[in-house]
């Protein structure tokens, strides 16, 4: 069986609250690891503890928390999502292209919104844990993403 233990309870009071976006230049479909890019904005703002929540703003590309040891873990991902929505597969919605609609059913799938508590001002991600923006249209694209922090700070 397993055995679960629970830390210590820390109370903080939200006093504060930062936003801004973060603008993706893609190069077409693949995982682009933001991990410092969101790490900066909380340094930026001071953060301490809290949440951080990142917000995509778009529906052909999504957010997740992945491996960022190992870049086959990301190939291997990309395979696994073609062949769960492959382009010929006989799609109704192509209005930009073949891979329109597998974009928006990876995006599905994948999600379009990550928090991620913020403990004495660093992401509480694991060892070998990256945030990425994976872009699943196959030409480039500018993607904006809503970062913002909700918590103490500085």
């Known amino acids: 069986m397993a055995k679960i233990r629970q830390s210590e309870v820390r109370e903080s009071a939200?006093?504060?609250?930062?936003?801004s976006v973060l603008t993706v230049d893609t190069a077409g479909r693949g995982f682009?690891?933001?991990?410092?890019?969101?790490?900066?904005?909380?340094?930026g703002?001071?953060?301490r503890e809290g949440e951080v929540s990142l917000f995509c703003r778009h529906t052909s590309?999504?957010?997740?928390?992945?491996?960022?040891?190992?870049?086959?873990?990301?190939?291997?991902?990309?395979?696994?999502?073609?062949r769960l929505a492959p382009e010929q597969a006989g799609w109704v919605h192509d209005m930009e292209g073949p891979d329109d609609m597998p974009a928006h059913i990876?995006?599905?799938?994948?999600?379009?919104?990550?928090?991620?508590?913020?403990?004495?001002?660093?992401?509480?991600?694991g060892t070998w844990q990256g945030i990425y923006l994976?872009?699943?249209?196959?030409?480039?694209?500018?993607?904006?993403l809503v970062v913002a922090f909700v918590g103490e700070a500085h």
Do not use: C, W, Y
């Open 14 to 19: 939200v006093t504060r609250r930062f936003s």
């Open 61 to 82: 590309a999504s957010l997740t928390i992945q491996e960022n040891a190992d870049p086959d873990v990301r190939v291997d991902l990309l395979t696994a999502l073609d």
């Open 134 to 144: 994976v872009e699943h249209r196959t030409r480039a694209h500018r993607r904006e």
């Open 32 to 43: 682009i690891e933001i991990t410092r890019a969101v790490a900066a904005f909380l340094e």
């Open 106 to 125: 990876k995006a599905v799938l994948t999600g379009i919104s990550l928090a991620v508590p913020v403990t004495g001002g660093r992401m509480a991600l």
């Open 45 to 47: 703002v001071g953060a």
